[in-house]
């Protein structure tokens, strides 16, 4: 998908110098999937605790 968009011309290059790409497009998508995955783990962290299992996991483990 085609967007236009008025990043600023610092955060870009920084974006492109961390993650290692060669073009802005390839910095751009870099930087979004690691800021997505970051966020994944925060929310899984969050659900620490919060969640019941029915069965042990050394028993689930050996069920398959």
């Not at 969050?46 to 029915?54: A, R, T, Y």
Request: glycine share 4%.
């Amino acid at each position: 998908m085609k967007t236009i968009l008025d990043i600023p011309e610092e955060l870009l290059n920084e974006a492109m110098k961390l993650s290692q790409s060669k073009t802005k497009k390839e910095g751009v998508i870099i930087t979004l999937e690691e800021f997505v995955k970051k966020k994944r783990v925060a929310e899984a962290f969050k659900m620490e605790g919060k969640l019941k299992f029915k069965k042990d996991w050394e028993r689930l483990r050996h069920e398959r």
